[in-house]
């Protein structure tokens, strides 16, 4: 009733779905999504990053970090974020490349 192009096959002990390979309109819409879901992540990587500049900024103004120290954990940051930003983009690649093989 979906019109998803799926027919089930009842053979008396078990039920199948045959699921027809997906066209290229599907497969690029695939894409589209996985291209959304990794700007998610890389969003989500950012808002991590933020909130951790936001809490070395709270601690110089503390007086709990000198200058020179917050420096460094902002770059380790800003590393750390650089890194999983990458992999996130390699693995779309990948979850991209094989969406739209056949």
């Known amino acids: 009733m979906s019109?998803?192009?799926?027919?089930?096959?009842?053979?008396?002990?078990?039920?199948?779905?045959?699921?027809?390979?997906?066209?290229?309109e599907r497969r690029k819409a695939l894409a589209k999504d996985v291209s959304k879901m990794a700007e998610d992540a890389k969003v989500a990587v950012r808002n991590v990053r933020r909130d951790a500049m936001d809490k070395f900024k709270a601690a110089k103004k503390a007086g709990e970090l000198t200058e020179d120290d917050q420096k460094n954990l902002e770059e380790k940051m800003q590393k750390i974020t650089d890194k999983y930003i990458k992999e996130i983009d390699a693995v779309a690649a990948k979850k991209t490349k094989e969406v739209m093989e056949l």
């Open 3 to 24: 019109d998803i192009g799926i027919n089930p096959i009842d053979d008396g002990v078990s039920i199948r779905l045959n699921f027809p390979a997906p066209t290229e």
